[in-house]
């Protein structure tokens, strides 16, 4: 589903609307992919897709309006799929597996523009501003973790999708610098979920003496 699609049944003539909305957004991630988000403007956008500037207003307000759908496009097929998932009766770990590889999945398949709209979605500041979605789904399957004995009663879920979704974050701003030297993000996901999941300290280990050596 593209970010200008309904889920109701459109008229005829809401159709046409959807047409043109989706003409415009198309044709600014196309140039944004080509030339940059800074270097693109409206003229260009409303050119390439065959309608008045003044059209583009009726849709978007502000070419910023144009990352906020593409971000909103993803927030809506994060929360479908793992909706379908978290319905099936599945371990913790394979449910956070689903959700990282989702994300790997729409970046992949967004190749040509994913980098550009991730540049251009940090500069317009929206990681601060948005709502957290991916926090939320990442702390909803940590609660049920927890809930069904698979996770420690004495974690936070919110603080652990916080941290799930700003590791997101960091690969998803490393790999978009470059995605063909990058380790592949599904990859990497998939790595940083196993290490937030064990940990990183050895399970045995020494226990050190206390200082000043054993008591008399």
């Not at 970010?3 to 989706?22: C, I, N, W, Y």
């Not at 190749?111 to 702390?139: D, H, S």
């Amino acid at each position: 589903m593209s970010a200008t699609q309904s889920a109701r049944p459109l008229g005829r003539r809401e159709r046409s609307k959807q047409r043109v909305r989706d003409a415009i957004y198309s044709a600014a991630l196309s140039l944004f992919a080509a030339q940059g988000y800074d270097r693109t403007t409206i003229d260009q956008i409303t050119e390439q897709a065959d309608v008045a500037r003044g059209t583009f207003f009726n849709y978007f307000q502000r070419k910023e309006d144009l990352v906020t759908a593409w971000a909103e496009d993803r927030a809506v097929r994060l929360e479908a799929c793992m909706e379908e998932t978290l319905h099936a009766d599945h371990d913790v770990t394979v449910h956070l597996t689903r959700c990282v590889t989702a994300l790997a999945e729409f970046n992949a398949a967004e190749l040509t523009y994913a980098p550009a709209m991730v540049e251009a979605w940090v500069k317009a500041g929206r990681p601060l501003t948005e709502e957290p979605y991916t926090g939320r789904i990442f702390a909803r399957i940590i609660e049920e973790g927890r809930r069904q004995g698979q996770i420690s009663t004495d974690v936070d879920p919110l603080r652990v999708g916080n941290l799930l979704r700003d590791a997101y974050l960091g690969a998803l701003y490393r790999w978009s610098r470059d995605p063909a030297a990058a380790t592949p993000l599904h990859t990497e996901l998939r790595e940083l979920l196993r290490i937030v999941l064990d940990g990183v300290l050895a399970h045995s280990r020494v226990v050190p003496s206390p200082v000043g050596g054993d008591d008399a």
